[in-house]
């Protein structure tokens, strides 16, 4: 059902947009080096595996969006399926990995790109404009709600014109021996550039917290989701087949800056110069809208005290939740300047990769609960079929992690169950 005061509104076209715009993120102006480095020419395989996942993922996510058409979207129906302790700990998942953990991504992947863009300075000025970068947009914040909610717009442009304009340019610079493999990936390998390109496919998660606003749920949230996935899907293939194809063993080298050294090769230096300015401005976009959106999960797990309730304080002048963007900042500008894209990407793939399996599993029980808001919604053919093998495959790659992410993931996915089971009690 809607919540009080909330209008359907949403249609088909500008949910299908607003899906495009949080899946591509500022990650795939970087991971195509980093795909390269795992899987070499190979890498391909390991786009058109998580857009097989994803498609799975939305399907899950479509019926499950129909049936409980709510505000909250993967937290509600985990609430829904398994009770407020499971509810408690995707809300960890969700504010850590997934939004912290991304921001702090990107925000690596900026600091990269301007060490990039200002060759010869000290590796420390690229550190500290990132660290202005991320107090501005806490100042700006705390000060206004407002402030910020504009980029969203930019941020499309900004993001798919830069990329389509190369691809489209940069067929007829391909050269089709970078693109032949010397050997099949193994799967220990595929299942680790997949993890890694994962990242790239993140965000649908965010805008179906707005599905309580959607119109006619059960068409619109299954089309914008295939429109959203075909695309996106389609364009990163093409981003990947060029920049491997321009660059070919140079790729895998060109970590800062991929996309703006194909660039290079194809329109001169003018080119590379253009696609690494449109990376530090989407990025740069990226951590605005993100600053603004971010805090808002810390402040309602403070609000449900899931979290210490001084997160959930709001400024007596500004009326903005300023101890939860401060704290967000804090933890996602420390994480930037002081980790590596890679490392963090793959600690926000982990965490979200844990959401995904509780929500296609969670479907599972909706259906046996009998669970729906509406006479007729969107139902996965094929039964069990379609989450069954998308949970197969979630389990695969979380069980090809290693290292502190998995820790981390682990722990902050025990510490909402542990946190969650504590509240529920009292």
């Not at 949910?15 to 495009?20: C, D, G, K, R, S």
Request: one cysteine or more; charged letters at 10%.
């Amino acid at each position: 059902m809607t919540a009080p005061g909330l209008v359907r509104v949403i249609g088909t076209g500008a949910f299908a947009l607003t899906i495009i715009n949080s899946i591509v993120g500022s990650g795939i102006f970087g991971l195509p080096a980093a795909a390269a480095a795992i899987m070499g020419p190979a890498a391909v395989l390991g786009y058109v595996g998580c857009s097989f996942l994803v498609g799975l993922v939305a399907l899950c996510f479509a019926e499950s969006g129909s049936r409980l058409p709510e505000t909250g979207g993967t937290y509600a129906w985990s609430r829904a399926a398994f009770g407020p302790a499971v509810g408690a700990s995707v809300g960890y998942l969700m504010a850590f990995p997934n939004l912290a953990g991304a921001n702090a991504a990107v925000g690596a992947l900026l600091v990269a790109s301007l060490r990039a863009a200002l060759p010869g300075v000290s590796p420390m000025v690229p550190a500290a404009l990132v660290a202005v970068v991320y107090l501005s947009f806490a100042l700006t914040n705390i000060r206004s709600v407002a402030a910020g909610a504009w980029t969203s717009a930019t941020l499309v442009v900004i993001k798919l014109v830069p990329l389509l304009v190369l691809v489209v340019a940069g067929i007829g610079f391909i050269q089709t021996e970078n693109l032949r493999w010397p050997t099949a990936p193994s799967a220990g390998t595929l299942g680790q550039g997949m993890v890694l390109l994962f990242f790239a496919f993140m965000g649908s998660e965010g805008p179906l917290s707005t599905i309580g606003e959607v119109r006619r749920p059960s068409r619109t949230i299954p089309r914008a989701l295939a429109l959203a996935v075909l695309g996106t899907g389609t364009l990163y293939l093409g981003v990947q087949l060029v920049a491997q194809g321009v660059l070919g063993p140079r790729l895998a080298q060109a970590s800062d800056a991929p996309l703006a050294e194909a660039a290079a090769i194809v329109f001169g230096p003018v080119g590379r110069t253009f696609l690494l300015w449109a990376a530090i401005i989407s990025t740069t976009g990226f951590i605005s809208s993100d600053v603004l959106n971010g805090p808002r999960m810390l402040f309602a797990l403070g609000n449900a005290r899931l979290l210490p309730s001084i997160f959930g304080r709001v400024h007596p002048q500004f009326h903005t939740p300023y101890i939860a963007i401060v704290a967000y900042v804090l933890l996602c500008g420390g994480l930037a300047i002081t980790g590596t894209f890679r490392q963090l990407a793959v600690f926000a793939a982990a965490g979200t990769l844990a959401i995904y399996l509780v929500s296609v599993l969670g479907l599972l029980r909706i259906r046996r609960l009998g669970l729906r808001a509406t006479d007729a919604p969107f139902v996965v053919p094929g039964g069990p079929v379609v989450p069954v093998t998308a949970a197969v495959i979630l389990v695969g790659l979380l069980a090809s992690l290693t290292g502190q992410e998995v820790l981390a993931t682990l722990g902050l996915a025990v510490a909402g169950l542990v946190v969650g089971l504590v509240r529920s009690r009292v």
